[in-house]
């Protein structure tokens, strides 16, 4: 019984650094995927630009990189390394994602991870076998705490409308983006921010742009979604 728990024991011991190494190598492919990623790439400002934060997910992420060819010369334009999913995200890291710089506008967007459906797990779910990862009520209540912080910062803020949720999309319901477009563009109003509306840009040019039964886009959408925030962009520069 002693051999047999001292065996026990050495096998743990040697297991431990397999373990640590395990760790590190799973935070080094983290951190690879992050660097090949062009979006999520650490911007160096250029002395004298204006200051351009993306918050968003995906769709975000795929017109990042387009936003900053189009600003190029007239903004400096960043984002969290991160696909900043829903607002509850959102309120959880908006504080790392500002930073202590100083920012001119503050372009973003939460929605399609609130209207997703997930199981009690938290993984993605049909909707006859899941709920919306965030409420309709939670949702409003969130997108009001990441307004008030946002607005300390003394930056010009824009929300992007969720763009269009196609049928046979995976876990979500073609429409559902109208609902929360609805609540966010309300809370947007009482806050007097600035609404960019990518759900209306993007519904006429659906067959042009995404990708079928998916909410994302191709890259040609991501360049034409990518114009009209960078236009959005600078329009508010032009106030300052």
Same mark, same amino acid.
């Given at each position: 019984?002693?051999?047999?728990?001292?065996?026990?024991?050495?096998?743990?011991?040697?297991?431990?650094?397999?373990?640590?190494?395990?760790?590190?190598?799973?935070?080094?492919?983290?951190?690879?995927?992050?660097?090949?990623?062009?979006?999520?790439?650490?911007?160096?400002?250029?002395?004298?630009?204006?200051?351009?934060?993306?918050?968003?997910?995906?769709?975000?992420?795929?017109?990042?990189?387009?936003?900053?060819?189009?600003?190029?010369?007239?903004?400096?334009?960043?984002?969290?390394?991160?696909?900043?999913?829903?607002?509850?995200?959102?309120?959880?890291?908006?504080?790392?994602?500002?930073?202590?710089?100083?920012?001119?506008?503050?372009?973003?967007?939460?929605?399609?991870?609130?209207?997703?459906?997930?199981? $009690?797990?938290?993984?993605?779910?049909?909707?006859?076998?899941?709920?919306?990862?965030?409420?309709?009520?939670?949702?409003?209540?969130?997108?009001?705490?990441?307004?008030?912080?946002?607005?300390?910062?003394?930056?010009?803020?824009?929300?992007?409308?969720?763009?269009?949720?196609?049928?046979?999309? $995976?876990?979500?319901?073609?429409?559902?983006?109208?609902?929360?477009?609805?609540?966010?563009?309300?809370?947007?109003?009482?806050?007097?921010?600035?609404?960019?509306?990518?759900?209306?840009?993007?519904?006429?040019?659906?067959?042009?742009?995404?990708?079928?039964?998916?909410?994302?886009?191709?890259?040609?959408?991501?360049?034409?979604?990518?114009?009209?925030?960078?236009?959005?962009?600078?329009?508010?520069?032009?106030?300052?």
């Amino acid at each position: 019984m002693v051999v047999t728990s001292r065996f026990g024991l050495l096998v743990c011991l040697l297991s431990i650094p397999a373990l640590v190494a395990s760790g590190q190598d799973e935070k080094a492919k983290a951190k690879k995927k992050a660097a090949e990623n062009p979006a999520f790439v650490a911007v160096k400002d250029v002395v004298g630009l204006p200051r351009v934060l993306i918050v968003g997910d995906s769709i975000s992420i795929g017109y990042t990189v387009p936003v900053r060819e189009a600003l190029q010369g007239k903004a400096n334009v960043h984002r969290p390394a991160a696909n900043c999913g829903p607002t509850t995200r959102g309120v959880q890291s908006l504080d790392q994602w500002l930073g202590d710089g100083k920012w001119d506008v503050i372009h973003f967007n939460f929605g399609l991870h609130d209207l997703k459906f997930v199981d $009690d797990a938290g993984k993605n779910a049909p909707p006859d076998k899941g709920h919306p990862q965030v409420s309709e009520s939670d949702y409003e209540k969130n997108l009001e705490t990441i307004v008030a912080k946002m607005k300390k910062t003394g930056a010009k803020l824009i929300f992007a409308t969720t763009t269009p949720v196609p049928s046979g999309s $995976d876990a979500r319901i073609k429409g559902d983006e109208q609902k929360y477009n609805a609540i966010a563009i309300r809370v947007m109003q009482r806050n007097g921010v600035a609404i960019d509306d990518l759900y209306g840009f993007a519904q006429p040019r659906l067959a042009e742009i995404q990708l079928p039964a998916n909410v994302h886009f191709k890259p040609d959408g991501y360049k034409q979604l990518a114009d009209q925030v960078a236009a959005s962009a600078l329009k508010a520069l032009r106030t300052n």
